[in-house]
């Protein structure tokens, strides 16, 4: 798999990610309903989020100093769990990597300041997870 059809898979199962929640929906019903199936690699990474979710926000949550997991940004969460999920079950993807399109998705979806924030605290786990 290509640079490029990777970012776009991971783009992808941050949609699919948001959309379950929003909806309070599993990621198998929302993939279920698209009009347009998605990359495997997208439908992968978004149910292996769901199934670490809890796991996962126990992570963020340790990190996120001065932000409770439920008033940060829906995005931003959706995020960090992405590139949490990709830190801790694909060894071979570059830590730079997940961490650069993780900042990427958060400036090009949420707010101002949310680059920063994702940095920041995938920054401060990396060293537990990797």
Known sequence: MST???AEARERALVLLYEAESRTASVAEV???EVVTPPPMAVDLALGVEAGMA?????I????RGWRLERMPMIDRAI???AL???VERPDTPT???LNEAVELAKRYSTEDSGRFVNGVL????PEVR
């Open 80 to 82: 960090l769990r992405l």
């Open 55 to 59: 796991r996962y926000d126990v992570f």
């Open 96 to 98: 730079a990597v997940v």
């Open 123 to 126: 920054a401060a786990l990396v």
């Open 31 to 33: 993939v279920a309903g």
């Open 61 to 64: 949550s340790s990190k996120a």
């Open 85 to 87: 999920h990709e830190l």
């Open 4 to 6: 490029l059809e990777a």
